[in-house]
């Protein structure tokens, strides 16, 4: 393995263990509260999603359980822009409406679908670059641009409606708010540059989404303790 990729694996790890604990802060802090708990599967999922990212990478002996394997990443990371919604309707709705089928019940919905094309539009692995002990999978373009432009548009409305929240609020929650909302728009920062990298094979910008990440998801962490 090159040393940009032994870089971006070891990211990956990073990320794995920040985002578990960010998650099981969260859920110590208040694990009755609906808020707490989004976050929780927030951070659960983005931890299992690099987890399995990393564990794929690794694989260079047995490569018919590669694709398995990004295939169930791939879900985990499906459920983290939809946790991240939720956190939105957690703040601005009661939680029997947040929780109700118009809310969850979409984005449950949203979800099934996002993830359900994966075993449809199968990824392959690339033989060529695997032969060289680098794992890259190639997953079908309109099927890659359909459920990342679904997860931009979600990260997009969580931001939109972070900083509306914002605006209706005061005191100590404002505070707090204002981490979740910088912490978050830090993270969906790089989530579209790793969008952009995955797209252009461009392994720097991957690196550089995975510190994003990281640093959004402290950030985030950080708002609970105020």
Do not use: C
Request: proline share 3%.
């Amino acid at each position: 393995m090159d040393p940009l990729n032994v870089v971006k694996i070891t990211a990956a790890i990073v990320s794995v263990i920040i985002a578990f604990t960010a998650g099981f802060i969260e859920l110590r802090l208040n694990p009755d509260y609906w808020l707490n708990r989004w976050f929780t599967i927030f951070f659960i999922s983005t931890s299992l999603g690099f987890l399995t990212y990393t564990i794929y990478h690794l694989i260079l002996d047995f490569s018919q359980i590669i694709i398995p394997i990004m295939i169930l990443a791939q879900i985990f990371f499906n459920l983290v822009p939809i946790s991240a919604v939720m956190t939105v309707f957690i703040l601005e709705k009661y939680k029997k409406i947040a929780m109700d089928f118009r809310h969850l019940g979409i984005m449950m919905g949203l979800f099934i679908i996002m993830s359900i094309g994966y075993f449809i539009w199968i990824p392959q692995l690339n033989m060529v670059s695997y032969n060289q002990g680098i794992v890259n999978t190639v997953t079908p373009i309109g099927w890659f641009l359909f459920v990342n432009i679904i997860r931009l548009i979600l990260d997009i409305f969580v931001v939109y409606r972070y900083a509306v929240i914002l605006r209706k609020i005061e005191g100590e929650t404002k505070k707090r708010i204002i981490w979740f909302f910088i912490g978050i728009l830090v993270a969906i920062i790089g989530v579209f540059f790793n969008l952009i990298g995955g797209f252009l094979d461009f392994i720097y910008l991957e690196i550089v989404a995975l510190i994003l990440l990281d640093v959004g998801m402290i950030i985030i962490v950080k708002g609970f303790f105020i």
